[in-house]
């Protein structure tokens, strides 16, 4: 079983923001994937369901975003889980707009959810990092990540939400690879073979496909989970 979650902010005031593109991948995935009704549970909006024969637990913490491993500890605790158990969906200002990663482990860097998650769980989870873009300046973070999305992002967000909802199952059973091929092929489809240009063999479905690796040392990987 894995407890997949999407970070955001409560609330109307922010649904649309940039920072909540996690809450809007799990919206999706449950719409898409006939999972039920949200519910008040672990201090966050829950929709348990499958994917096929894989159990999941779906969760936005309600808690906002500073506190969101309140939430995600609750969760974990309740279903006697572990680090490794969970997924987290979140946005990242160090990611072109429309890029995807998927990771495992690694330091938050400054994202204020995953400050949280790491103070109750540790660092070793795996992420899906959705890219925002950076507004320029460090100090222009925080009001950027709180604005909307403008319509002009409108047609890749579309697709980057469709693609992590495809690539869901494969979420679901810790294939990183295979979720990030759902994703390209939403972002960058195949080109039909008229229009292919000659000597281009590359498959759009490989795309931003490979995982990251965790080349750390041992000592950075200590320092990453204290940072």
Request: aromatic residues 6%; charged residues 25%; glycine residues 12%.
């Amino acid at each position: 079983m894995k407890l997949i979650v999407g970070l955001g902010n409560p609330g109307q005031k922010y649904a649309r923001n940039r920072h909540n593109i996690g809450f809007m991948v799990l919206d999706r995935i449950a719409a898409d994937h006939g999972f039920p009704t949200w519910k008040s549970k672990h201090q966050g909006s829950v929709s348990e369901g499958r994917f096929g024969s894989t159990r999941a637990i779906l969760l936005k913490p309600e808690t906002y975003m500073n506190k969101s491993g309140d939430s995600v500890g609750a969760a974990m605790r309740f279903h006697k889980l572990e680090p490794e158990d969970v997924i987290v969906l979140h946005d990242e200002i160090d990611l072109a707009p429309g890029k995807v990663r998927w990771k495992i482990g690694g330091g938050h860097a400054g994202h204020n959810g995953l400050r949280s998650v790491h103070a109750h769980i540790g660092a070793d989870y795996a992420r899906v990092r959705l890219g925002v873009g950076h507004p320029g300046h460090k100090d222009a973070v925080p009001g950027y990540v709180l604005r909307d999305f403008p319509k002009a992002d409108e047609a890749w967000l579309d697709d980057v939400i469709r693609g992590c909802s495809d690539g869901a199952p494969h979420l679901a059973v810790g294939d990183g690879a295979k979720f990030m091929n759902a994703v390209a092929l939403r972002v960058a489809p195949p080109r039909s073979s008229n229009t292919q240009k000659k000597g281009e063999n590359t498959k759009a479905s490989e795309v931003e496909a490979a995982p990251e690796l965790d080349n750390r040392s041992p000592i950075q990987k200590l320092m990453d989970r204290f940072s």
